[in-house]
């Protein structure tokens, strides 16, 4: 389970450190978000972390995107950049 620490941290470096690698959310419905759509909805996310009553919005993970190059997000739509896809 991530921590508040580490939401907060991902609110305000979408690139891990070290490295510089796009990172994303992962919730526990199995959506993906962007940095962009964690930082706008941030106040959701942490109350569902916090009590736990919508998977669309619990994040469970913080990972880099390595190669998947179709890795969009499900609340924006953007497309979350790959550290090595094409």
Known sequence: MVT??????FTR???ARPGGYPMFALCADGGVLSHKAVKDNYRLIRES???????QWQIVAIDINWEDAELYCDHTGELIE?????
């Open 4 to 9: 508040i620490d580490t939401l907060k941290e």
């Open 82 to 86: 790959s550290a090595y896809g094409e």
């Open 49 to 55: 972390m916090r009590d736990s009553n919508d998977k």
């Open 13 to 15: 470096n979408q690139y």
